[in-house]
């Protein structure tokens, strides 16, 4: 995530879905050597981007929400990976995961972002 000058959300959201999906499309082209299950995975989730990008572009006022939600469910998974952290893993390690929860965090505040149980339709 980045902080953006303007709240333009609705770019800042389809940038983003725009990147992941380029993301995709490259695993699924260098990788066409692994097993189905491996595309299947990755076209499940250009499908979503998909679904993601037609709902956004229908209601534009929801990108703030998405955004939101990614936010939060980005601090989920790496409190999850804090909580799997064992004698062993190294402090650099753990520094890393708190710099980025604390990344999001602040970028959470300088927008106003509130967490988001699920994607809903007006």
């Known amino acids: 995530m980045v902080?953006?000058?303007?709240?333009?959300?609705?770019?800042?959201?389809l940038r983003g879905l725009a990147n992941y999906t380029g993301v995709l499309f490259d695993?699924?082209?260098s990788h066409?050597?692994?097993?189905?299950?491996y595309s299947a995975v990755?076209?499940?989730?250009l499908f979503e981007c998909y679904l993601m990008v037609a709902y956004i572009l229908k209601e534009p006022s929801k990108a703030k929400e998405f955004i939101s939600q990614k936010a939060f469910e980005d601090l989920e998974i790496n409190e999850?990976?804090?909580s799997l952290t064992t004698a062993t893993t190294s402090e650099?390690?753990?520094?890393?995961?708190?710099?980025?929860?604390?990344y999001i965090k602040e970028v959470i505040k300088t927008n106003g972002l509130t967490p988001v149980?699920?994607?809903e339709r007006k």
């Open 32 to 37: 066409r050597q692994l097993p189905i299950e």
């Open 3 to 13: 902080h953006v000058q303007e709240n333009d959300y609705l770019l800042l959201a």
């Open 92 to 102: 650099a390690s753990i520094k890393q995961i708190r710099e980025r929860m604390d």
């Open 27 to 29: 695993r699924l082209i």
């Open 117 to 119: 149980k699920k994607m």
């Open 80 to 82: 999850g990976f804090l």
């Open 42 to 45: 990755c076209g499940r989730n």
